[in-house]
């Protein structure tokens, strides 16, 4: 599909195809929450066993498989939150990165959330068009850097929230290695796994994630999947068609979701890169 | 059309240079253990025996070391003890907290059997200690092997071919420091031919895994040898490396079996002992340093910086000065306090 410029870009003439299935979105919240399922059910069987050092079990047994996911801690209950980003919003300002920074005090250099930006040019057009693509955590359905954790330091909430404890985070780096977006880092002052948290703590005092907040377009939208109402829910039904997540071949089931992203950006981006400056010498 | 990143972060690599110590020297022990293991069962005065010492002396320094590399390139190394509080079975590197140090253990115990001269009791440790070194040539392949964002990780051919190269890595330590050894100890001619044409089939094992991998990517899906193939068309770094690593890996077969008749010379079988180890390293360089440095999503590749600290040369340098101050120690240890005999062979 040819890429469309920002301003014509309104997506909702696009045919482009929906690259994650609607029914993972709107899912009942007994779906949502792992416990009372049937999986839960054996997870826990399994932990329970794994506890008692009981390695017998054929998931225990068997490390790598990437079907498993340990069992989820408790979050805010009932509620499984997921992000929207609008890209035709967007306007690469980066008030995101900065009050992501302000408010969560990475390091110098080191992100949770950025923009990327893009230029783009295309044969037989003279103007070029520009793309600006935020990026963040997944939190995804299946993290991938979850289950490779040595000391269960990284976790997902019931919320879907995956967070890690950097008290107990030995900084081996296996989940860096794991994500299949970069959206995790060691933190150079903590020395252990860092990465974008939804702001889970502002959540939880009901205020929206920094990023969120200070978006000047609206383009980031965060809110309870579980919630048919949620604004959220709304607006990925208002563009069924339209609402694709990043890489969705790595079967990670991704709770970020864009609309408007190109098809060239959706698996990683052939293109010539810039020159990028190393944190230690910023 | 054309697309070019404006602003994009750096990434670094998670994975210090300690992560490519620390998998060349496990590789390297895992072959000792095997070898040491094989020799225990020859014959007295036999080839096999005669190769014992430099197997052993391989196995000490490399099992010793390797473990001081894997707790540094965790960037919290004094909370190593978090892997045992929070055991993990479904993690290979939790697993790899347990299978690690037993067989550290089990290979520390195998020398000084040896040193003792308990011969016996050394071939009832050969059939624990080659189980252990299985569980560490699994484990060390699986964790790579399960990463499934990165493609050239992705791979059955990974732990194939690091357990092979790391193989080939214990014959060239061994050809570097037979001569570190007592007089008596060291192998005859007939015993370094038996380690060169070891050699022989560890690299010939290399090159049909090499060419598998290359005919099956051809074939059809493997998502590792596309990633590869795209590496060498766009990338001047990556197409120099692959063209010299497979110039070195020809000069060192050609150097294995042109010492048919130069291995009397010792500079001969220190050049292609060191020829071997430093293709084996070079492969976990490019494996682990090469491909953290290619982004998951974005353009192009991530410069990789290696900083002179302890992240990165002062730390390389440090595990060779370590792997140096163990050969000097058990060297110096068979000189003053020498092998017992084995009863057996007495």
Redesign the interface.
Known sequence: MPLQKRELSDCSTSSSACTCSTPSIARTPQQAVTAPTKRGFLQDLIAMAASFGVAGSARAALPGDPSFQPIRRPGMEGKRFGMLVDMRKCIGCQACTVSCSVENQPPIGQFRTTVLQYEIEQAGDTATAMVSLPRLCNHCDEPPCVPVCPVQATFQRTDGIVLVDNERCVGCGYCVQACPYDARFINHETQTADKCTFCEHRLEAGLLPACVESCVGGARVIGDLNDAHSEINQRINAHKDEIKVLKPGMKTKPHVFYIGLPDEFVNGVDGQATVRLVAEHL | ????????????A??LPWAVQYFFLVGMATGAALLTSACAFGPARGLLQRLLPTAVLVLAVSAIAAPVALLA????PA??W??Y?????????????VLMPTFVGLCVLMCALWWLGKHRLMRLLVPVLVLSTLSIVVYTG??I??????PL?NTLWVPINLALSGWLATVGMGFVLYRFLPRALQPDAAALQGLRHLGLWLATGLIASALTWGIAGIAGQSPSFDMAVRLFQEFPVWRISMLGSAVFGAAVVMALLRGEHRLAAKGYTLVLGAGLAASAWAFRWALFMGV?GV?????????Y?M?LGGEGLMGMLGMAGLCVALVALATWALELFPARKPASAA
């Open positions: 059309m054309q697309i070019i990143e404006l602003l994009t972060p750096a990434y670094e998670a994975w390139d965790l960037h919290q909370r190593f978090h892997f509080a929070h055991l993990t079975p479904w993690s290979w590197m939790s697993l790899g907290a699986a964790e092997m399960v990463i499934r964002s990165r990780w953290q982004p998951k999503f974005g353009a192009g590749l991530y410069l910086s900083p």
